[in-house]
C-alpha cells in the first residue's frame, strides 16, 4: 500500500514499515512474488516492476513502463518459465518475457470475460487461475478458457484465489470460499465462515494453516476446522509474503 512493504512484527502482533523498502514507499505495492523471501519482484500501480534483494529496492525498466498510463497495474505471477504476468484495472493481462519485454495481452477479445484483473495463481497443472469481477477463470494452455461465477456460489468482485491443501480456496467482496465436489453433481464454491470478505490468501506449508487478508485485518484457518479466526484486526491486507530466513515473519501489503 501507500506505506510500501509492511512485515509482522510478533512482539508487537502488529504490521510495521520496513526501512529495506522505502525507495517504493508513497507509490503502493500491489504485487510480489520471490521464492525464498530475499530476492524478488514487486509491483506497483503506477511505476512498474521493481527488483528487491540484500542491496535494497530498485526499479527494473519493463515493457510496462512505455505502456499507456492508465493502465494501472493490480497483481503479479511469476512462472515457472520465467515470464511474467501482469493484472490491470482495466486492460486485462499482460504477459512478458523473463527479461521484462512485452509478450502479449489477453484481454476480452480473446476470451476473458472482463478486463479488470483481481488475483492470479498457478495451479499443478500450469493452468492460471484469474480472480476478476463476476468470478474466476482458469486460462489452460491446452483447453483454453473456463468460467466460474455465481452459479457456482461466488461473489460478485473475486480478489484472489489460491490452491491449498488440495482443495481451491476463492477470496472476494463477499467472504471466502472453498471448491466443494460431490460425485454427480456440479462443483460449486461454499463460503468459509469468518472474514466478511477476503483480499489475499497464503497457504502455510508448516503448519497447513490458511492465511487470509481482509478488510478487518488477518484471519487463519487451521486445518480441519470449518471457520476461520481472526489473528488480529489491522489496516486492509491485499497480499501476504512470508520470510523463509525467520519462521517468525511475515510480509504484508497493506493499505
Not at 509491483?43 to 542491496?55: H, V
Amino acid at each position: 500500500g501507500e506505506a510500501g512493504l509492511l512485515r509482522f512484527d510478533p512482539a508487537r502482533r502488529d504490521f510495521v514499515p520496513d526501512p529495506a523498502f522505502a525507495a517504493i514507499a508513497g507509490s503502493g505495492v500491489s504485487g510480489a512474488c520471490s521464492e525464498d523471501g530475499r530476492v524478488g519482484l514487486l509491483l506497483s500501480p503506477d511505476r512498474g516492476l521493481w527488483r528487491f534483494d540484500a542491496g535494497g529496492t530498485r526499479s527494473w525498466a519493463t515493457a510496462l513502463d512505455a505502456l499507456p498510463r492508465d493502465m494501472r497495474f493490480t497483481t503479479l505471477l511469476c512462472l515457472p518459465d520465467g515470464g511474467l504476468l501482469v493484472g490491470t484495472r482495466a486492460h486485462g493481462l499482460v504477459a512478458l518475457s523473463a527479461d521484462g519485454r512485452l509478450d502479449r495481452i489477453i484481454d476480452r477479445d480473446d476470451g476473458l470475460p472482463g478486463n479488470r484483473i483481481n488475483g492470479l495463481a498457478l495451479d499443478p497443472d500450469q493452468g492460471v487461475f484469474v480472480a476478476i469481477e463476476g468470478g474466476i477463470v482458469r486460462l489452460d494452455p491446452m483447453s483454453g478458457i473456463s468460467r466460474y461465477d455465481r452459479t457456482h456460489g461466488l461473489s460478485t468482485v473475486m480478489e484472489a484465489v489460491l490452491r491449498h491443501r488440495g482443495t481451491l480456496f476463492a477470496a472476494g467482496s463477499e467472504g471466502v470460499y472453498r471448491l466443494h465436489a460431490e460425485p454427480g453433481r456440479q462443483a460449486r464454491f461454499v463460503p468459509v465462515s469468518g472474514p466478511a470478505n477476503g483480499v489475499a490468501l497464503w497457504s502455510d506449508p508448516v503448519a497447513g494453516d490458511l492465511l487470509i487478508g481482509a478488510d478487518s485485518g488477518l484471519w487463519q484457518l487451521r486445518p480441519e476446522v470449518a471457520a476461520a479466526e481472526r489473528l488480529f484486526a489491522g489496516p486492509r491486507i491485499v497480499q501476504l509474503l512470508p520470510d523463509p530466513a525467520n519462521e517468525d515473519r511475515l510480509y504484508a501489503f497493506g493499505t
